[in-house]
């Protein structure tokens, strides 16, 4: 017996004395202990993904938090100076950070700005200014934030509102050639603007095929099919799409040719249209035929060894805008239904330009990468002296880590994606919001403007990295270039029925979580504005079809169910269990869990999360309890080695008692509070482990 009790304490003064003077001897290998209760370690994974997703989104409401204080109602917030701004469109259109940014918020369930916002919409949002607005960012941030709206929730309001605006956009595309004019007067209904570049032209038919769908009113899909069918027809002998094309005649009126600002989103659009679509040929072979040709000209590698896509203007140039680091991403979702000759390079380029882009993000003091990065040989992927330098929240990068993440499961992207989370709480964040940087090696040069992608695009992004694949999964919804959610639809539906098939929508009078299923009907009834015809010659009359829609949902039975697929934060333990994963063909699941619809998308709750990490301290007190009870009994024994025994136990509980007590501190909870420096405070409950300051650790601060 006394053998037993002294090997015992002698155990625990052993485990205690280890866990007190554990250190981080290498940074690079960041430190996570497994808690002896969790069932397995896929509960570890799943709660470091957790810790992570709920930290952005505390940087969501902290620059919210700003907007709202300081900015609601106008475009954006100059979060240093606490004030807000027009920008670039003029003041009476208003509300863009609210619309650009709803579906974030949606997302993030963050209820009560959610109904403060769809009122300020439903009162103060009208398309009746008679100043000049941008034909393509109206498009992709009011109409795509509207239209995504209304797919999760099913609110009859925004669909009012995207339909209004959709009519007043219509005139844009009375030209001889069917190209848009690029600007134009919302108010009177008079678009102009004779010269236009691929990007803005190329980046309106996710929007109108979307809005023909769920009113029925087919005049939208109409001209951009038209357009886009254009536009295919005047490419090169040499397969290229220059960036600029008069509007008027259409002929190309520039030699420039990339994937970066002026021709980007054309050939992501190709690509998302026919997802949309489920099956349309002419969009994926003209992306197809499009991507060859960028392999051929435009993909370089770098003295250094890094790939790029370089910018053509008459010659190769050896740059790269910020811009192009979406098609990382883009090429990886483009490897479902690509063809042979196609499949594998889409999947070895997806990897090789992200990773540069990544490589661009290190090398800066600010650890965010510049508006465009040079390869000269001797510091590639970096800004040098030559081009802009600066950062402006964009989100091209972690929208790539994105979609890697989501499709090869491979947890570099994720350690990716927080290392720019982290970089953007250290380096952008001010009192009252974030701010882009002028330089991105001059940490204290912000630029005092929260761009509204920054809510709409990086944020969002960066949270769906985190989470659950069935938070918007990919085989149902398909982003615009904003990074606003359309739904997937049937395939090889030409001319849709004004039923959308979202199998997420709200209802519109109580706010249900899109992880569970959707009301079989909504009834909508609202009926939609009708004009005349206007004098560029287009009817903008609404067909009958779209004057009173009944829209059905397609819904289902089963139970939400989470997957952690988020892998270990030790590099080698991720490697082990990937590989276990793979050789066993099958994933580790958690029981299937049915949330309440009266709590609009929020996550479980991580604190009942953390009393994992608490309770090995209760189980070792537990432990404690035991010992000191023989240790009583010890001292009341008569004989020498009785005492001595009893002595030795004493000395060995103090010394396993310490030790629990230093273990138990480095595993104690944390809130999720960020600080300037990237730092979490203690404010509320969180569990924290891996006290280093490792990339792919969790920052906190540990006093």
């Known amino acids: 017996m006394w053998n037993f009790l002294i090997l015992y304490a002698c155990g625990l003064a052993s485990i205690g004395y280890a866990a007190s003077v554990q250190k981080r001897e290498d940074p690079a290998e960041p430190i996570l202990v497994l808690d002896p209760l969790a069932d397995d370690a896929m509960e570890m994974r ?15 409401e902290h620059a919210w938090r700003g907007y709202d204080t300081y900015a609601y109602g106008m475009e954006i917030l100059r979060p240093c100076t606490k004030e807000g701004d027009t920008h670039q469109f003029p003041s009476d259109l208003k509300g863009m950070s609210i619309v650009d940014s709803l579906d974030t918020l949606i997302l993030m369930g963050m209820d009560d700005d959610v109904k403060k916002a769809r009122n300020w919409i439903d009162a103060n949002l009208k398309f009746t200014t008679t100043k000049t607005v941008s034909m393509f960012e109206t498009n992709i941030r009011y109409l ?54 691929l990007a803005e032209l190329g980046t309106l038919q996710l929007e109108f095929e979307y809005l023909s769908t769920i009113t029925g009113d087919m005049r ?24 600029h094309i008069d509007i008027k005649t259409g002929e190309w009126e520039s030699t420039e040719f990339s994937l970066s600002g002026g021709g980007d989103s054309f ?24 991507m060859r040709t960028v392999f051929e000209i435009l993909i370089k590698d770098s003295p250094e060894g890094h790939t790029y896509v370089s910018t053509m203007n008459g010659y190769p140039q050896k740059r790269m805008g910020h811009l192009a680091c979406f098609a990382g991403g ?31 993000y290190r090398k800066t003091s600010s650890k965010l990468g510049p508006e465009e990065m040079w390869f000269t040989g001797g510091d590639d992927a970096s800004a040098l002296f030559r081009g802009p330098s600066y950062y402006i929240l964009r989100p091209e990068t972690v929208e790539s880590y994105f979609y890697m993440w989501r499709f090869t499961k491979d947890v570099k992207w994720r350690k990716y994606a927080w290392q720019a989370a982290k ?48 938070l918007i999964p990919l085989d149902k919804w398909v982003f615009n270039t904003e990074a606003h959610p359309f739904p997937i639809q049937p395939p090889n539906v030409l001319h849709p029925s004004p039923l959308p098939t979202t199998t997420y929508p709200y209802s519109q009078t109580v706010y249900t979580s899109p992880h569970t299923n959707p009301p079989t009907t909504i009834q909508d009834t609202t009926p939609m504005e009708t004009s005349t015809t206007t004098s560029t010659g287009i009817d903008t009359t609404p067909s009958e079809a779209s004057q009173s829609v009944t829209l059905t949902a397609q819904g289902n039975t089963e139970d939400f169910t989470t997957t952690n697929n988020e892998a270990l934060t030790t590099e080698s333990t ?51 309890t035991t010992v000191h009870a023989v240790a009583d009994k010890s001292k009341n024994s008569q004989s020498l080695s009785g005492l ?47 006290a280093g300051t490792d990339d792919d650790t969790i920052g906190f601060i540990n006093s």
């Open 144 to 197: 795509g934030g509207l239209l995504s709206a209304y797919a999760m929730t099913g609110d009859a309001m925004y669909k009012s509102k995207a339909y209004d605006l959709g009519q007043r956009m219509l005139p844009a595309f009375n030209t001889p050639t069917g190209i848009p004019h690029n600007t134009l007067n919302l108010g009177k209904k008079v678009a102009s603007g004779d010269r236009a570049n």
């Open 423 to 470: 970089a953007l709480n250290t380096s952008c964040r001010c009192d009252a919001g974030f701010a882009g940087l002028q330089n991105v090696n001059r940490v204290s040069s912000k630029n005092d403007a929260q761009e509204t992608f920054f809510l709409a695009e990086t944020l969002k992004y960066l949270y769906l990295t985190f989470s659950e694949d069935e």
């Open 267 to 290: 050939y992501e659009y190709l690509l998302k249209v026919w997802i949309y679509h489920g099956s349309r040929e002419q969009e994926r072979e003209a992306f197809d035929d499009a």
């Open 644 to 690: 001595v025994i009893a002595v030795i136990v004493i000395l060995a509980l103090i010394g396993g008692v310490l030790g629990v007590v230093a273990y138990s501190r480095r595993r104690r909870r944390y809130t999720l509070a960020w600080t300037g420096d990237g730092a979490f405070t203690e404010n509320a409950v969180y569990s924290a482990y891996g």
């Open 220 to 243: 939208f899909a109409d001209v951009t099919r038209k357009l886009t069918n254009y536009i295919v027809s005047k490419r090169t002998s040499k397969g290229i799409y220059y960036n």
């Open 330 to 360: 883009m090429m990886r979702l483009a490897m479902d239904g690509a063809p042979d000759d196609m499949k594998l390079k889409y999947e070895n380029y997806s990897v090789l330009l992200t990773e540069t882009c990544h490589a661009a």
């Open 574 to 624: 991720e490697t082990i269990l990937s590989t276990q994963q793979t050789q066993q063909g099958h994933t580790a699941t958690t029981p299937q869990t049915q949330l309440s619809t009266s709590n609009l998308l929020s996550e479980p709750d991580v604190s009942t999360k953390g009393t994992i990490l608490s309770s090995s301290a209760k189980q070792f007190s537990s432990h404690s």
């Open 46 to 60: 799943d709660m470091n993904a957790s810790i992570k997703r709920d930290a952005i989104k505390e940087m969501m």
